[in-house]
Each structure stands twice: as structure tokens, then as C-alpha cells.
């Protein structure tokens, strides 16, 4: 399998931006879909995690809750990130990864996980 993120871009405070993440050569819907981010001089953090274990659920880390949202077209073998009331600090390079089973998203492992090229997102005035 393989993952193309894309999207990025520069955007101002406030500002918004839809990041994707093309699944090629399998279905979507067979994944454990995940956005990462790292911001220079930081650790990489997991910002969302979509699941379809015992119905589906998606989670968000704190720093993005209620302004970012993860969905899947499964039409289109792509995942998003829509990225709401953007901030300075959510500027960072953004991949998408994904494990070919179902997992709680607790068990997502970014060593097993195939990796899409990052994505840059630039908040700044």
C-alpha cells in the first residue's frame, strides 16, 4: 500500500485547510487511518486517529479537539484532515500513516504503520 498526503500550504491564524491522504491500491475501509505532525525541535505527535473496532471512533489529541475533524471517502480511497481556527503552534510538517487491520487506536504502532510524505502547513501572519 501506499499513502499521498497532500494539502498543506500556508494559511493565516484563524484560517482553515483540508489536508488528504490517498490510499492506493486497497480499500480504505480496510485501514486503521492515522494523522501525525512534528513541528521543528519537537517530538512527533499523533493529532487523530480514526478506528472502525466495535462500530468506529475517531480520536483527537487535546491540542486540535473541536477544531480538527478526520473523515473517509472510501469512493475516493482518501482520508481527510479539515483543520479549523488554525493556530501558530499547529504549524508542522502533517503524514498520514495507516495499519492494513482494525485496531483500538491504542494499539496503532507507528513502527508496523505505512507511512505517506508529509505534508507542511505554515500558520503565520
Known amino acids: 500500500v501506499q499513502l499521498q498526503a497532500s494539502g498543506g500550504g500556508l494559511v493565516q491564524p484563524g484560517g482553515s485547510l483540508r489536508l488528504s491522504c490517498a490510499v492506493l491500491d486497497f480499500h480504505v475501509d480496510d485501514y486503521t487511518i492515522a494523522w501525525f505532525r512534528q513541528a521543528p525541535g519537537k517530538k512527533r505527535e499523533r493529532v487523530s486517529c480514526d478506528t472502525l473496532v466495535g462500530g468506529g471512533s475517531t480520536y483527537y489529541a487535546d491540542s486540535v479537539k473541536g477544531r480538527f475533524t478526520l473523515s473517509r471517502d472510501n469512493a475516493k480511497h482518501t482520508v481527510y484532515l479539515q483543520m479549523n481556527r488554525l493556530k501558530s503552534e499547529d504549524t508542522a510538517i502533517y503524514y498520514c500513516?495507516?495499519?492494513?487491520?482494525?485496531?483500538?487506536?491504542?494499539?496503532?504502532?507507528?513502527?508496523?504503520?505505512?507511512w505517506g510524505r508529509g505534508t507542511q502547513v505554515t500558520v503565520s501572519s
Open positions: 500513516a495507516a495499519e492494513p487491520r482494525y485496531l483500538h487506536c491504542s494499539e496503532f504502532s507507528t513502527d508496523r504503520a505505512t
